[in-house]
């Protein structure tokens, strides 16, 4: 192209427009100089860059890798594959199912607001029974027993309340990150098994405290012969009760929870 700006041919081309007049020789030389530059600023950005090929370049190319998804096969020494495959629970890859997480977690939920129900409760209770007295030494070992047990009560109910909030909260979380974070929502439910187990026991813990602190105080509240006939009632209720809910504990355990 700058061979072509210097040939014979375009210079007579330029002077035979140049002989009419002064003034469009002058013109016609800027028009020279002018494209002269033109000419060369193209050459410049037109010239491809040592080692490139326009007609090799394109989008990396992605290749599947055993167990892990995608790879970039452009810069795969440098370049880790993203692991878009998951080790479940159930079986070696399968779906996470998010449904059915979902309400996995909102089972473990509802501990969390059965222990705060009995933590109220028994606070009540505890706020509203006299457990000591000037005249009876049994009233004051009862008394005694009775704050035992509410103590229990309350910290283990707020120790399941707590634990049951955190672990569905910190869950959820790490499944709003989607696909990626699949791997650490199951990671997560494994790390804490643990204190699922101590969240459960501690929500048992707080019902039968609460139970047996109900029925300390029937006896601290009334005096006489009506005490011995409302604790004595009372005690039935609460046997049956503490019963039925190990009864039900062993069914969910031989059905639901069988391995």
Same mark, same amino acid.
């Given at each position: ?24 020789? %002058? ?7 002018? #494209? %002269? ?5 193209? $050459? ?5 860059? /040592? ?9 990396? #190319?992605? *290749? ?20 878009? +495959? ?14 059915? !997480? ?7 939920? !509802? ?13 009540? $209770?505890?706020?509203?029974? %006299? ?5 009876? /030494? ?5 008394? $005694? ?23 569905? $909260?910190?869950? +959820? ?5 989607? %696909? ?13 098994? !643990?204190? *699922? ?14 139970? =047996? ?11 006489? *012969? ?5 604790? #004595?009632?009372?005690? =039935? ?9 190990? !009864? ?10 069988? *391995?």
């Amino acid at each position: 192209r700058i061979n072509f700006c210097h040939s014979t041919t375009f210079n007579y081309f330029i002077y035979a427009m140049s002989i009419k007049s002064k003034f469009c020789f %002058k013109t016609a030389t800027c028009m020279t100089r002018y #494209m %002269k530059l033109v000419f060369v600023v193209g $050459l410049m950005f037109s010239i491809p860059a /040592k080692g490139f090929s326009p007609s090799v370049r394109s989008a990396p #190319m992605l *290749r599947k890798t055993s167990g892990l998804g995608l790879q970039n096969t452009s810069n795969s020494s440098t370049r880790r594959p993203v692991p878009v +495959r998951l080790a479940m629970s159930a079986g070696q890859g399968a779906a996470l199912n998010i449904a059915a !997480e979902k309400v996995k977690l909102d089972s473990i939920g !509802e501990y969390r607001v059965v222990a705060t129900l009995v933590m109220n409760l028994c606070l009540n $209770l505890y706020g509203s029974t %006299k457990s000591q007295s000037n005249d009876s /030494k049994v009233d004051n070992i009862l008394g $005694l027993i009775f704050t035992v047990f509410c103590i229990s009560s309350i910290i283990s109910g707020a120790y399941t309340s707590i634990v049951f909030t955190l672990l569905p $909260l910190y869950s +959820r979380t790490a499944l709003g990150f989607g %696909k990626v974070g699949h791997s650490k929502y199951l990671a997560f439910f494994e790390a804490t098994k !643990e204190f *699922r187990v101590q969240g459960f026991r501690s929500f048992l813990l707080s019902t039968f405290s609460f139970l =047996i602190s109900f029925l300390l105080s029937m006896f601290l509240r009334l005096q006489g *012969r009506p005490r011995y006939i409302a604790t #004595m009632l009372t005690g =039935i209720g609460v046997g049956v009760a503490g019963s039925k809910i190990k !009864e039900v504990l062993n069914i969910a355990t031989s059905i639901i929870f069988i *391995r």
